[in-house]
């Protein structure tokens, strides 16, 4: 008898002590001010961003004990930006994160959002633009990036085809509905956006993916950056909100349907049909033939570096594996 009142007594003293413990932890973590982190976005919102909003809106960073804001970039480059530390992380490129890289800014590619480049050379069915060889005698649209005159120049020598025979105009980010066919022959595009709003529309478009150029141009874009400051003194909130992401993207993938109303809920602006039928599209592309989301391959960047020096687009060589990590995702 003794020693069941004993055994009694010994679990409701365990019990109250669990109980104590818990409430002490609750109180520590209800009393946690969340930690305020800025992502830069690289241009409006569309659904190469929606597993940010998706993480945003599912409370996967508030999880997390992040308080999180999504902004669209204004004057400057958001390379910079995140160096400087105004914004913990943004949406880049990997040609953006080498380039800033060989002029010794300490910006870090954390996550890939498409495992393979998704852009296109496009042109109007009429213009008659079906191979490289074709860009001879035509007007090309561009942004004005010294790296567009020398994939040009690259694919044409390739093929065969004579680059002082291009017409190389810079149009800026002007709206590619707008231009084609009347400024300019054919532009850089990416298909998950300009070329679904295309297909919506009814128009007929020869596309030639640069993936299918060449290996060198099937590089990561877009993808997500930090600092590595930020990396090195910040790395538990940086991985709390990769982790975050990744899980963001996740959803997307698996729902689709379900991300794409989270995007245009947080940008109401955008063509309800163009966002589903893009997210659609995306979403068999984001993790696409690797293992898990985001994961960055070292032969894919250490190419492009290679590449990007050979063609004197970078003033010197760099160690291709400092220039992005896979240690903060899941």
Same mark, same amino acid.
């Given at each position: 008898m003794k020693k069941r009142i004993?055994?009694?007594?010994?679990?409701?003293?365990?019990?109250?002590s669990l109980i104590a413990v818990s409430r002490k932890y609750f109180r520590k973590t209800q009393n946690k001010t969340p930690e305020k982190i800025t992502v830069l976005l690289d241009w409006f919102p569309n659904t190469n961003h929606t597993g940010l909003y998706v993480a945003k809106e599912n409370k996967y960073f508030s999880d997390s004990g992040l308080e999180v804001e999504i902004i669209q970039p204004s004057e400057g480059e958001n390379i910079q930006v995140v160096a400087a530390g105004k914004a913990q992380f943004a949406v880049s490129s990997q040609e953006a994160v080498t380039m800033a890289r060989a002029e010794d800014i300490p910006v870090v590619s954390i996550a890939a959002v498409i495992q393979h480049n998704t852009?296109?050379?496009a042109s109007l069915k009429d213009s008659n633009i079906r191979t490289v060889r074709d860009f001879e005698g035509k007007r090309y649209g561009g942004w004005g990036s010294p790296v567009e005159e020398a994939v040009l120049k690259a694919v044409m020598g390739e093929a065969g085809a004579d680059y002082s025979k291009l017409e190389n105009v810079t149009i800026g980010t002007t709206d590619f509905f707008t231009?084609?066919?009347?400024?300019?022959?054919?532009?850089?595009?990416?298909?998950?956006?300009?070329?679904?709003?295309?297909?919506?529309?009814?128009i007929d478009m020869n596309l030639i993916y640069? +993936? $299918? =150029?060449?290996?060198v141009l099937d590089y990561y874009t877009p993808v997500l950056i930090s600092s590595e400051n930020y990396i090195k003194n910040k +790395? $538990? =909130?940086?991985?709390?909100f990769t982790r975050a992401v990744a899980r963001g993207y996740q959803y997307s993938i698996d729902h689709p349907d379900r991300a794409a109303?989270?995007?245009?809920?947080?940008?109401?602006?955008?063509?309800?049909?163009?966002v589903n039928a893009s997210q659609e599209w995306l979403s068999k592309r984001y993790r696409a033939d690797t293992e898990n989301w985001g994961r960055q391959d070292l032969s894919v960047w250490q190419r492009y570096v290679d590449w990007l020096f050979t063609?004197?687009?970078?003033k010197k060589q760099i160690e291709a594996g400092s220039a992005f990590t896979n240690e903060l995702l899941p």
């Open positions: 004993l055994a009694a007594f010994l679990s409701v003293l365990i019990i109250v852009s296109a050379f231009t084609i066919g009347r400024d300019s022959d054919f532009q850089w595009i990416f298909y998950g956006w300009d070329g679904i709003a295309a297909q919506q529309r009814g640069l +993936k $299918d =150029l060449s290996p +790395k $538990d =909130l940086a991985e709390k109303e989270i995007l245009i809920k947080n940008a109401p602006e955008l063509d309800r049909d163009l063609n004197k687009l970078i």
